[in-house]
């Protein structure tokens, strides 16, 4: 009874999720990084052009060091491109003109080591960006915060510093940070590349959950195919440096999704389609030389 | 009731954020235990959970056996300065005064050397000496951190400034000595002018390299959330330079001894470090040991109550080092 019917296809949307008009999709089209000079720079990123559905979950693979969180970073509006330009929906971030992107609080990243301000409460840090806008009152804010924290599972740690928590817990509270200003698209740079694997697997899923309940769009950068497979709708491996696409999969495993998902067939098979493309990339990044970052 | 039990989590603070490994699974115990921390220690009834852990720590103190060997350590220091003195009459100790000279002098109601706990001078010069101190580092504070700030905050502002501040920085205290008492009249001034300069660069270095070791993630989130530059300023970039700051007022502090005490002996009238000159200048050895034992135990005193506030004002890292510490 736990085995999915693997085979049927899922276009529509999850059950129970209101066909509302979605939002966030990105359109990144044709964009160049080159750090450096035109002769002596390295180039990051190269002609990369690629569709981050909204309300869907994108998943970018690559080898590490290759560029994707140079990609992620400029949506983000922290880096500038060399060349080409960023859409969200269809308004221009970042293009010909205005290289770099203003960030803001449509698009919110959640960083590789965490960033939650280890001097202020959990229950602070979710409060932050409503506060900090100035569209909610400080005590409207931790209001909302303790409801939201309630909902992800989070209750009783609102006063406790991040520096109490554990590492997973400490994720969770920033995605909730992160939901918090109703962004366009959650954008997250390995967020759990430093847990092990047992809190990964419930992170995986504690992910799903809060992208089922608020349908936002999500762009999810990994080195682990598995996680990329499990969670994304779409899944676009990356070559090594300079990165661009090398394939992107539709990942037809219909959603929601549990950890089940990981013994199907249909798992397996889109798993041994993909694994032998990113080893090659990764052989290739590790004869370049390229190190961990 | 405090140390709250929790498996492998003593090395896993902040401080090594990037070998974040160890962590687990998030339980509904785990949360549980989450919350009886926060009971304990929380905002709500902060003040009697500061007293319980205050009394917990000490009682955690008097069970290790840290006591006994500060005991020891300082048996073995003054046993040998008693020995060498008084009993075995060492050639380059014999002009130096005796333990049991020093003590029985400083105790003394009617001291032979005219200073000891029952005079009211005493206190006087231990009171000109901390209020220079007080004067000398406030302004260094005042000056040095925003200072710091902005120069580890704005890279336009550190290039005019930096350059400046460096080539002044290696000039020794003792070297403004004559410039100080020309530019400053009286005698006052000129000791809090030298023991203000070695302050203010401790904590205006330090203050700027706190900044600069703000992971560059957070100020990303900041502005990903929101945060305008100047609220950047107040909630990221301030609270994110404090371990810092405090390491450089605590370093600031010890320098302004050392330099108040130089100030002293070239000018000034009272004073901790004017006893020990005219001490020796009239030959009251005794003395000069009595007015090095209260500048040890004055610049302690400072020294921890600087301590003491950054803990108050870093509850955050406070909290965080508690929990290692309990493994």
Same mark, same amino acid.
């Given at each position: ?94 293009? !010909? ?5 203003? !960030?803001?609080? +449509? ?35 931790? %209001? ?6 309630? +909902? ?37 740079? %390995? !967020? ?52 661009? !696409? ?22 397996? %098979? ?24 | ?73 300082? /048996? ?16 380059? =100790? ?51 951190? *925003? ?45 809090? =002018? ?28 900041? /502005? ?14 301030? *609270? ?88």
């Amino acid at each position: 009874m736990t085995t999915q019917p693997a085979y049927t296809r899922s276009s529509a949307p999850v059950a129970g999720v209101a066909a509302q008009a979605r939002k966030g999709g990105v359109r990144i089209m044709d964009v160049v990084k080159r750090y450096g000079t035109q002769d002596a720079g390295v180039l990051a990123v190269d002609h990369c052009t690629f569709d981050v559905p909204a309300g869907e979950i994108t998943v970018v693979v690559g080898p590490s060091g290759c560029g994707k969180t140079t990609l992620l970073n400029a949506i983000a509006g922290f880096h500038s491109l060399t060349s080409g330009s960023i859409y969200l929906d269809n308004e221009m971030l970042c293009g !010909p003109g205005r290289l770099k992107a203003e !960030p803001g609080p +449509d698009r919110i990243v959640v960083f590789q080591n965490g960033a939650l301000f280890p001097w202020k409460t959990n229950i602070e840090n979710v409060a932050f960006g409503p506060i900090m806008q100035g569209y909610m009152t400080r005590k409207d804010a931790l %209001e909302k915060a303790r409801d939201m924290m309630a +909902d992800a599972g989070l209750r009783g740690i609102e006063n406790n510093y991040p520096g109490e928590i554990s590492s997973g817990v400490r994720r969770r509270v920033e995605i909730v940070r992160a939901l918090m200003t109703d962004p366009k698209i959650l954008l997250l740079d %390995e !967020p759990y590349r430093a847990l092990d694997s047992l809190t990964k697997s419930v992170m995986h899923e504690a992910l799903l959950e809060i992208f089922y309940k608020n349908r936002v769009t999500i762009f999810f950068i990994t080195h682990d195919l598995e996680e990329a497979i499990f969670l994304g709708h779409r899944v676009v491996i990356m070559t090594t440096r300079p990165c661009k !696409p090398k394939t992107i999969l539709d990942i037809d495993i219909p959603h929601p999704r549990d950890y089940n998902v990981l013994t199907t067939k249909r798992f397996r %098979e889109f798993m041994d389609e993909t694994a032998a493309a990113v080893h090659e990339e990764a052989t290739k990044a590790f004869a370049a030389g390229e190190k961990e970052r | 009731m405090i140390s709250a039990p929790r498996g492998g989590r003593g090395d896993d603070t902040a401080r090594t954020k990037q070998f974040e490994i160890k962590s687990h699974v998030m339980s509904q115990t785990e949360l549980s235990h989450s919350r009886g921390i926060t009971a304990t220690r929380g905002n709500t009834d902060g003040h009697v959970s500061t007293l319980a852990l205050t009394f917990h720590r000490a009682a955690l103190w008097l069970q290790s056996p840290r006591p006994y060997l500060m005991f020891i350590g300082f /048996s073995l220091f003054l046993g040998f300065w008693y020995l060498a003195v008084e009993v075995w009459k060492l050639p380059r =100790f014999a002009e130096m005064p005796g333990l049991t000279t020093v003590v029985s002098e400083w105790l003394s109601k009617n001291p032979t050397y005219g200073l000891s706990i029952f005079m009211e001078e005493y206190y006087l010069h231990i009171w000109v000496s901390t209020r220079r101190i007080a004067i000398a580092f406030f302004l260094a504070t005042a000056i040095g951190v *925003p200072l710091g700030l902005f120069l580890g905050w704005s890279k336009r502002f550190k290039q005019y400034v930096f350059p400046v501040f460096e080539l002044l920085r290696p000039v020794p205290p003792l070297a403004w000595v004559p410039l100080a008492i020309v530019m400053f009249a009286g005698s006052e001034t000129p000791v809090i =002018f030298l023991t203000f300069l070695a302050s203010f660069y401790a904590t205006a270095l330090n203050t700027m390299l706190g900044v600069e070791s703000i992971d560059v993630s957070y100020i990303r989130a900041a /502005s990903c959330l929101g945060a305008k530059r100047w609220q950047v300023f107040r909630h990221v970039i301030v *609270p994110g330079a404090l371990p810092f700051i405090f390491t450089g007022l605590q370093i600031s502090v010890g320098v302004a001894w050392f330099s108040l005490v130089a100030g002293e002996m070239v000018s000034g009238q009272y004073g901790l470090g004017y006893v020990i000159n005219t001490s020796y200048t009239m030959v009251r050895y005794p003395t000069i040991i009595i007015g090095m034992v209260t500048l040890g135990i004055v610049g302690y005193v400072t020294s921890a109550a600087i301590r003491m506030l950054g803990n108050y004002m870093m509850q955050w890292r406070t909290r965080e080092l508690a929990l290692g510490e309990e493994r």
